[in-house]
């Protein structure tokens, strides 16, 4: 069973910062990409940021320049750091990753539960 959980989401002041950290658990061959989206409340899902296998990044507009991912050296791990937080980043985010459970089976997309991430103004 794999599993993604994520932490370090709350409550922060605009212009403040925060990282979430997200951990894939169980049995898997390989993780390919790995990112971030996040739902707010009345509005469609969308992605965040996103990291591959080899380390090529991308970002949604709107938190280029402010938002940070990263994963870690077994690359069984993604971050979000995210810095000058505004109001309109409030929502939940939640981790993916793309992952290969044996030699011979796909890739298949895997979630976490969400985090709450507030910025009040």
């Known amino acids: 069973q794999v599993q993604l959980r994520e932490s370090g989401g709350g409550l922060v002041q605009a212009g403040g910062s925060l990282r979430l950290s997200c951990v894939a658990s169980?049995?898997?061959?390989?993780?390919?990409?790995m990112g971030w989206y996040r739902q707010a409340p009345g509005k469609q899902r969308e992605l965040v940021a996103h990291?591959?296998?080899?380390?090529?990044?991308n970002y949604a507009d709107s938190v280029k320049g402010r938002f940070g991912i990263s994963r870690d050296n077994f690359k069984t791990s993604v971050y979000l750091q995210m810095n000058s937080l505004k109001p309109e980043d409030t929502a939940v985010y939640y981790c993916?990753?793309?992952?290969?459970?044996?030699?011979?089976?796909?890739?298949?997309?895997?979630w976490g539960q969400g985090t709450q991430v507030t910025v009040s103004s």
């Open positions: 169980g049995s898997m061959f390989s993780i390919n990409a």
């Open positions: 990291v591959t296998d080899g380390g090529n990044t």
């Open positions: 993916y990753a793309y992952i290969v459970r044996t030699r011979s089976s796909p890739a298949y997309d895997y």
